[in-house]
């Protein structure tokens, strides 16, 4: 099938997607050096206006999927559910909204994890089985999928998506057990990182991983229970937060109001580190930490770890303005607005060609001659993927002027492959894999160039090892994976993609 | 579920469909009032325009199904395939085609059976199993798909269409033989009508249930085999008819070419006649008979059966113009264009208001006032259904200056529900299970009603019983079912709606 | 501009078009081969749903224009309108329709008649002007648009459009006279074929050439007056026919009612003859004559004046249905369906390459095997253009089996070119003007074409010379233009294309 | 019309809108409570790519219009244009902009500036007249547009659209003189605040009104020139800036080159100050100016003007972030993310219902509750128009726990229309203009609230009254217009609304 998913060799292979936005004209590298985050999950249960609660929620978990979303509705049993390509703004109007009637929802925001993309692949999947409806969304990636899927095909099973979330739900319909019995059994089949919400017309399930890898926190508004990626999307609805959702927990939402289970022990906590870096909103906040002070913290430990003398400080757009400005404040270096990005510019977007972009068009990223014009800078950024971009920008910010050009990046160097559900390039393709920070800092045109340590993240982080936890995931800074990643068997080496 | 299927009731219960161009402005029994036809098939095998061939086949057959459409080709085991909402020409452009690679197609135009229409209702359905890719499309509708879907719930099988199609997916899943004696399995357990298309990396299979309720034709084009729900498809992209495939057969190809096998003996052949009487186009050959001509000799055997003098013959658009014909030249009335359809009407225009069409405004069929004026008009159909649509076209005559009116039915009185595949109303609606003739010509307004005899239906199909057919299938006329369709348990009695 | 139209040479040159189906596949000639009618007008003055009826009317008139629609209504003063692309039921939907508010409407569908077709040139047209809101919209073609154009132009006019409505607006506007008057003014300026609509605040004025080339009919609905192209709208509504609009006629409603009132004596009744032979809808009258009747006599008296002894008569659908059965009820022979029409083929419609065509690939007619096969057959058509299609139909026959071919056309040859308002190929791709009947009968490779005399078609529509009238034009056949169309100034021979 | 526009009465009334984003939902005011910029102009004049670019360039131009917008080319005197309703990104996708050949282009970015918008408005306007063909964009409002337009209209001048653009074609077209004295003379008839592009076949001629109310700046790309309404499209697409087009210049460009006119003397330099305060780009230059230290130096002013002791400074996002960034580096206080905006918001997001709105579901923007909890706030933000949005976002600082909220303006009150093309309220909702800053302190429930001086604004921006200029228009703060706004005649005083 054009989704299908690579399957076989020794080695983990990792499947990286080519952007969308960008078919057949000869950019890729530019908007491929960077790292995506698949998907957002959002969950009602009690409330009148399930579905339209569920669009402002989506609607402020966008920045996690924008290929594709949806909503399921449970109206007394009766589910209701659409699905469709693009933003929630464009996949939802009025009528729709209208139509998914019911107390309780599911909604999910998608991306693109494979060259095409499908609307078939977009979630809540709803399934048909012998204890009735099932709707089910996730955030998060399965190590052991493909194992799995071939034990159920092998068995009989047959698969219409290349979704984890389809053989989650083929494991529960197998099971003889009550639903959620069978949910914690299925769920203990699965490694990996992942966030789940499950409907029927009986329960709404929320889980997490036992390594607690991908987030999700559960809110209250009025009498109804909310589920949510992150937190800024209960503040959007109005709702107030509870608590997060604990590694290996699993709560059931029923007649009876909630239910705190688990179908794990806590094994280790690893909250991705990525998260607090990149991907969660500013206005979120994961285990207590909220995303804009944790990365201006980020800035300022990074201005401890390594000042510079210079003229001004800048950030990357969107994600690095909070470290930009803490780096600012911990050196008096003025922070001033050097990049600016382009508001508009999204999916259908015309990239310029090639000729085009040597000739000076500019995507979506522009340097502020005025701003930057005889200055030496200190360029803020969250990562280096592969290297491209940041070579880009600091060209861009030297032909607009600027005198030297010093990067600063809020993370250690990236040099493996995330198997929890962060879209990674080949790991060929990570400039870190292969190069010293000097070679970096040559490939990619500074002046000087410095990675924050893991003892500086952890820091500005403030999580650090307890008894259950190390409280952050950063394999793919320290190849420290909390699961077993890779098989004895070649044929279980592969990851699926989603 | 918003598409789910009612279940349940110790009678058997048909769903029927409101008519989906239609909502919400009252008028929905005017267009309610008609017969649908469920869904067309198409296959290529061998071609190397397989997906374009099939674009122009599904386009040949768009008139067995407007709601949605699909194709699947195999470009040497690697699947590629494209659905949607709407008619071949709108869901399908230039780039889909060209991205539809391979020598191999299965495609599939349908009709919604259910109010609301779903595009996971889309065929083909493609699956991955133990086996690699398979897709399959169907024409029909299995009488026993419930309780084959309960079977396989309750041993862990889910569900994510409402569709017979992904039953017998299930089942060829299921089957631990290699694939085409899992097919012929799965087929056994198969009752009801149907025609299906199967496609995997090695295989495409043609089947025909055993009665041979539903059409399909085999034809070559070079060295290619094509398939097709009606020969009117071969006819469009020039293929030359070879045969109709033959009830309870099962013809395979592969690299060694075809292979014409059967999964069950011919039980006794009882072709749709519905097919005969409306559904199939004019220019398509069923078992060696034009449509067109058969139509033809409907309406010279109904003016043998029942003459009456008038000034002009008139046919109902499109589907009894062939009659009107037949029945002028048998009795040398003139044949007119009393009545005219407009041919722009379709799925998304706006039907005019209750209170419009209290004013006269027509929907999509007029009276020609110049011709029936002052006349005795014998006005042709192919059936009366609810009676509804008949007492409009009456009075719209009536109304137009016509002296008389005489329907005459180039069918028998419609009575009992399909099981088949033909979306028939709720059995409680069709006039003729509850009235006379004479009480239905009093509720049309006709100043006479004729409806074509069983015989004159056989003679003018000219197909008779023998040994193991008795040709037709005429159950809604005479309550003859060829297959069993009533069970001991009640709960196995209702028949899910394709 | 892309849309310009071609000016200058001594010459009339005519500009034609492709056809915007069928863009750059190479199979332009097959399409290209008919004859199109460019507009049909419809108005509504005194009823409270005047958008609803004008929507059922433009949809009624639908075949007289396909490419664009607009409908704008009076609310008491208030303007509302709405134009787009694409067919009536495309461009308008309920949200639309309810904010056309008023009693008053007057709308408008457009065939394209240059190669691109923009949204600019969709009709009615909505003007500011000196006495307030102006809307025009027009069937038909001004022989010296040009020149007026020009005048225009010399004294400071700017068009936004390539229109001929555009144009009567400016000579309305540059009128110091009342409206009324200054209509009679500019409409006495214009030569050539048209049915005009104006709508300002206080009135609605339908007017048609003095010639009399292009149809408009008039009708009441209860106390409202309703105009159209044809009568078959008027049926559709529900409305009383109550006359054509005569030559040189302008009508005048206002709070007063309706005043009959002329802006120019009529000239020479020549109402345009292929709207008999090909345009008008069969359900329509044109002074007093059904189009289906007239076109049943046209098979008539050349079945009298051409007998051809065959198995079958068969028409090219859909124009020529009436025609074919008149000649088969003529001459005994049956009336069959030797060819049949794909209904759904349409402006989206990807048409099939060259090569796919040349193996066998029908675009949207095909030839019915099992009625024409060893047949000798009669086949009729409405006219032969380029001879093309022509062609291609005899030979489609003939592969399915036909033993003789024998054509009959339903008017005289084709060999001049129109400029009332009909889109007709290069004069020097019309086959009749360069060949003999029989050297067209080889290039169509017919056993024998016979054309319908001019007093054949003057018979069949019944319209014959007197006083005022020679009753039709027959220019294209006969070179006999009702006005002048050719001027001393070769700068103004060009004749503008709407 | 529905696009008409209100005429008449004694005093000047001003049209606003409502939000097309936002329709008949009741939440009208929170969106209705900004103050819009109006349009963007963009040219190139020798570029191969010229289409290409006013792509990247109006892209760039997006925030000044995001209604629709056009492009037209000329390709050697040959037009082709494209407009569209809609982002840039949404108008064109490669197909459009590839069809539009040449090396020259003028294009154009639009707000809706009445509550219907119509395509009709979308510029370029295209228009024919004696000299051929004339594309004409703007960016502006001529407040005599209503007097030219009437003597138009008088002298027989019809007009399809409400925009000025189409007046200055009309004023161009009467004359008799060559093209560019014919602009100077059109030019000279105008009162107001404009920026101008023509392009005819020969000539491409930018313009800037006498006062400079209106940006535009003239850069180079190669040998290419470029125009554009902020110098941020410059940068965008890799072209150097030149310098800003004067007050009252006329820049011709044809096959010699550029031509330095003037079609006035400067009156009086009296740039907008609102583009400084909020309208442009961050990175766009305005006489030397960069938009983003500009605001820095507002906020560092503000501060010195008005310093209060507080525990963080926050930006109303996204215009008052460089000045929130000032205010903070000047006091010292941390800048900090107490509000984030939701990115994806935009044209068809659906607002939350009153309902939901009361129970807390934000539409946009956010507080970030980790941030301003327990803390004193100070949130900068660039005006306040009718209140109701500052008040709201006050409360939404409170309800997350802002202990005291002391609200700076980078602005004086606004309490004066403008009628230079800023689309702002109904004078009467502008709270400044009935209301002391004490009583707005406390409708908008502010702990203080502090207005940036006259003065403070134009040290910030560094403009002072010379010989010709006093460098700022400040009307809307100080009722000093910089041209005559208010005439004798009643009719003569309404203001048409582009």
């Known amino acids: 099938m054009t989704s299908s998913v690579a399957n076989g060799g020794t080695e983990v292979t990792r499947l990286w997607t080519g952007d969308y936005y960008n078919e057949g004209n000869g950019s890729k590298e530019s908007i491929f050096d960077i790292v995506k985050e698949e998907c957002g999950v959002f969950g009602v249960f009690g409330h009148p206006d399930a579905a339209n609660l569920s669009y402002y929620g989506l609607h402020a978990l966008q920045h996690r999927g924008e290929e594709s979303c949806g909503i399921c509705t449970s109206d007394d049993g009766t589910f209701h559910y659409h699905r469709g390509m693009g933003l929630v703004k464009e996949v939802f109007d009025r009528d729709r909204l209208e139509s998914l009637k019911g107390k309780q929802a599911i909604g999910h925001v998608r991306y693109s994890t494979s060259g095409s993309s499908h609307l078939g692949n977009a979630q809540p999947l709803v399934f048909k089985y012998r204890g009735g409806d099932l709707a089910v969304c996730t955030n998060g990636n399965l190590v052991n999928e493909p194992i799995i899927r071939k034990e159920l095909e092998e068995s009989g099973s047959i698969f219409q998506t290349t979704s984890d979330t389809e053989v989650i739900a083929h494991l529960i319909a ?16 699965l490694i990996g990182g992942f966030a789940f919400l499950i409907q029927t017309k009986d329960y709404l399930i929320a889980a997490c991983d036992p390594q607690g890898l991908r987030p999700m926190v559960m809110g209250r508004l009025g009498e109804a229970y909310i589920f949510s990626s992150e937190s800024c999307a209960l503040e959007t609805i109005g709702a107030e937060f509870v608590r997060d959702v604990q590694p290996g927990e699993l709560l059931v939402l029923d007649k009876d109001g909630l239910r705190e289970d688990r179908f794990a022990p806590m094994e280790r906590r690893a909250m991705c580190s990525m998260e607090y870096i990149y991907f969660a909103r500013p206005d979120s906040d994961i285990y207590g930490a909220n995303l804009h002070s944790t990365r201006k913290r980020m800035g300022q430990i990074l201005a401890q770890e390594s000042f510079v003398d210079a003229d001004i400080v800048t950030g990357v757009p969107d994600s690095s303005i909070s470290a930009a400005i803490g780096y600012a404040e911990q050196t008096g270096i003025p922070y001033e607005l050097g990049l600016i990005k382009n508001k508009y510019t999204g999916r ?12 000076g068009v500019k995507m979506k990223l522009s340097a502020v001659r005025k701003v930057v014009e005889g200055k030496r800078v200190v360029m803020i950024d969250d990562s280096i993927v592969r290297g491209t971009t940041s070579l880009r920008i600091v060209n861009m910010l030297r032909e607009a002027g600027a005198l030297e050009v010093h990067v600063r990046i809020t993370s250690p160097p990236f040099m493996n492959p995330c198997y929890y559900g962060i879209d990674t390039p080949n790991p060929a393709d990570l400039i870190a894999s292969s190069k010293s920070v000097e070679e970096i800092r040559q490939a990619i045109n500074a002046d000087s160039l410095y990675f924050l340590t893991e003892r500086g993240l952890r820091d500005a982080v403030g999580i650090y090892p307890d008894e259950y936890a190390n409280g952050l995931c950063m394999a793919c800074f320290n190849n420290d994976y909390p699961t077993p990643v890779r098989f004895e068997d070649a044929k279980l080496t592969s990851c699926s993609c989603d």
Chains 1, 2, 3, 4 share one sequence.
Do not use: G, H, Y
């Open 348 to 359: 259908t977007f015309i990239q310029p060609s090639q000729e085009l972009r040597e000739k």
């Open 174 to 189: 197998r099971s003889s057990k009550d639903l959620v019995e069978a949910v914690k059994d299925a769920f203990l089949r």
